[in-house]
């Protein structure tokens, strides 16, 4: 349970915005990046202060593979450096990470890194970190209807049994609730096909903080800004 009813139980974050918080201090790209490991580990102690349970970190989009060489490699160094040095405390917080997206598009030496993490915070009962690594939504539906369609071949599905639950079993989040907010540091109003199905109903906060200067305070303001919000769901609601 949350501390209160008020408190998301799960907050998904585009971390946006470390190139342009790099540029700004005359410094390069990549050292943003680095920099933007630090407001990872804040929002971590965060959101397990404010008892959110899952939190969901888009870390690498499918769409990112087009950017120059260089940037895309420091990017898979610093996830595999991130994840062998903060591994054991994650486990010893009782953070479980899992990883979503594509994973047959990675290197052999990411995979590694992921199934590492994976297993050795597998038993963590207070978090769930959700790293969306190689993730495109689009491509998520794409891969469930074809799941779907595989099963039908088989026989074991018909038409009418493909419901909404029956999707949303396909994807990538099956064991996941849909995030109650997303959250978009660096100052763009979009979702850069994120999360496109589970988002249908969750709260939208832009904030126009790059992401190395998001910390726990900044998380914090998001929770409670999600506090202030009244969720309908397509209802009438006693308010009005
Ligand atoms: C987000 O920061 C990190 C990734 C997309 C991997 P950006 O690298 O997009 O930073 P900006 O948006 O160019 O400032
Ligand atoms: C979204 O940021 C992806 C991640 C934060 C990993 P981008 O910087 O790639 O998004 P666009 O290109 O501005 O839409
Ligand atoms: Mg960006």
Redo the contacts with the bound molecule.
């Keep these: 349970m949350n501390k209160h009813d008020k408190t998301p139980l799960h907050i998904a974050l585009v971390?946006?915005?470390?190139?342009?918080?790099a540029a700004s201090q005359g410094r390069e790209?990549a050292f943003?990046?680095a920099s933007?490991t630090e407001s990872v580990r804040a929002c971590i102690r965060a959101a397990l202060s404010t008892g959110v349970r899952y939190l969901t970190l888009y870390?690498?989009?499918t769409e990112?593979w087009e950017r120059p060489r260089e940037e895309v490699e420091g990017?898979m160094d610093l996830l595999c450096d991130s994840i062998a040095k903060e591994s054991p405390e994650l486990a010893r917080q009782g953070v479980r990470v899992m990883v979503i997206g594509a994973r047959a598009g990675l290197s052999e030496r990411v995979r590694r890194h992921i199934e590492a993490i994976e297993s050795e915070t597998a038993g963590g009962k207070n978090l769930t970190v959700v790293l969306a690594v190689n993730y495109s939504a689009r491509s998520e539906l794409v891969r469930a209807a074809s799941l779907i369609a595989a099963d039908a071949i088989a026989g074991g599905l018909s038409p009418v049994m493909i419901t909404e639950a029956a999707l949303a079993e396909k994807l990538y989040t099956a064991e996941i609730p849909d995030p109650d907010m997303i959250v978009r540091t660096?100052g763009e109003q979009r979702l850069s096909n994120f999360l496109l199905w589970q988002a249908a109903y969750s709260e939208l906060y832009f904030t126009p903080v790059?992401?190395p200067d998001f910390g726990e305070e900044e998380f914090r303001g998001a929770v409670e800004e999600y506090g202030r919000r009244e969720r309908r769901f397509g209802k009438l609601t006693n308010s009005y």
């Design positions: 971390m946006d915005g470390n190139g342009r918080w790209r943003g990046h933007g870390a690498f989009s990112n990017l660096g790059m992401w």
